[in-house]
Nanobody, 121 residues
Framework: QVQLVESGGGLVQAGGSLRLSCAAS????????MGWFRQAPGKERELVAR????????YYPDSVKGRFTISRDNAKNTVYLQMNSLKPEDTAVYYC??????????????WGQGTQVTVSS
């Protein structure tokens, strides 16, 4: 079993930056691909970044490409999401998730509780 706990959310002005962290319990963290998702009120959950188990491969949708950076430190069992040039439309609850089949099949077995990010205009 893996538990994920996000932190680092908050209120920021447009153009600002935030770094989210996701701390994982368990010794098998390095076996899991990880992803960051977000869900805004009334909208579907969307993937904003994912990273392979070793950290060598990442993916971003066009909506955040060039502004968001995902990274991980397997020695610390932590995955990060650096968010720069934030826009009001980035406002959402952000979740980290992970799974052994996350990279190949998009199957995420473990989810955090979420952290709110609010970007004011």
């Amino acid at each position: 079993q893996v538990q994920l706990v996000e932190s680092g959310g908050g209120l920021v002005q447009a153009g600002g930056s935030l770094r989210l962290s996701c701390a994982a319990s368990g010794r098998t963290f390095s076996n899991y691909a990880m992803g960051w998702f977000r869900q805004a009120p009334g909208k579907e959950r969307e993937l904003v970044a994912r990273i392979s188990w070793g950290g060598g491969t990442t993916y971003y949708p066009d909506s955040v490409k060039g502004r968001f950076t995902i990274s991980r430190d397997n020695a610390k069992n932590t995955v990060y999401l650096q968010m720069n040039s934030l826009k009001p439309e980035d406002t959402a609850v952000y979740y980290c998730a992970g799974g052994i089949m996350a990279w190949t099949k998009g199957k995420y077995d473990y989810w955090g509780q979420g952290t709110q990010v609010t970007v004011s205009s």
